[in-house]
């Protein structure tokens, strides 16, 4: 199981929100690059990077500070937040960014999302943002009644091969992950799919690689110490190897 330290962007710095409330930011390093190498240099093999910003606007924001990332590190990095056109994703790409997350616009746009599947394979994901198994969009500003796993299975069908899903009531909080939703939703497709929200411990991490997630989105837990990645990636081993 790959371990993704998150660094979600606001307004050029990283920042952690709490269910995803813009109201509830802890601000984490004014210079994101210096959190990615501080996580490169623990051991992370991968970063999970959200342009917070661009979730809202709809259109990339963050751009300087996810090329400063970029030149900073040199392990592969994941990319979301306001990527809704193809012609953000060939820009992503030709940054040097390796894989790019698609959420809002899977719901608005899945033909876009079917298309980038067969033009760049492995290298798309789409984000499951759920309230309730329900799925929200814009930054998780918006909500809708479109429930995650059914949105996944159609996907799945459409050549899609990796999904995170994130328990938004849980992100931030430290109480754990969702573990009967994350379950539930590698129990319907055939896809990867990678856990995110609430992990808070070592235990945390065992559990989601039990229900076979593979791959787990470590955050405030991270950043408040809660979590020694070293430690983390030791008991993961490396690459793709289960916990």
Not at 17 to 42: C, K, N, Q
Not at 65 to 77: G, K
Not at 125 to 144: E, H, I, K, M, N
Request: one cysteine or more; aromatic letters at 4%.
């Amino acid at each position: 199981m790959i371990l993704y330290p998150a660094i979600d962007i606001r307004g050029g710095r990283c920042v952690r929100l709490i269910e995803g409330d813009f109201d509830r930011e802890t601000m984490y390093h004014s210079d994101p690059s210096l959190a990615a190498r501080r996580w490169v240099e623990a051991g992370a093999e991968w970063l999970h990077v959200v342009d917070l910003d661009g979730a809202v606007a709809g259109r990339p924001i963050n751009s300087q500070a996810i090329a400063q990332i970029r030149a900073m590190v040199d392990v592969p990095i994941q990319l979301g937040g306001g990527l809704r056109l193809l012609t953000n994703l060939e820009d992503a790409f030709s940054a040097g960014i390796d894989r790019v997350i698609l959420g809002t616009v899977a719901l608005r746009d899945p033909e876009l999302v079917t298309n980038a599947a067969a033009r760049w394979g492995d290298r798309i994901a789409v984000a499951l943002d759920a309230r309730d198994g329900r799925l929200a969009t814009d930054g998780w500003l918006g909500q809708t009644d479109t429930r995650a796993v059914e949105v996944a299975k159609r996907l799945a069908r459409s050549r899609v091969r990796h999904f995170i899903y994130t328990d938004i009531g849980r992100d931030g909080t430290l109480t754990g992950p969702n573990l009967q939703g994350l379950s539930e939703l590698i129990e319907q497709i055939d896809a990867d799919v990678t856990a995110s929200g609430g992990i808070a411990s070592l235990e945390d991490i065992k559990a989601v690689a039990t229900v076979g997630a593979s791959g787990a989105i470590v955050g405030r837990a991270l950043y408040d110490g809660r979590v020694d990645l070293a430690e983390a990636v030791a008991l993961c081993g490396r690459s793709e190897a289960a916990c």
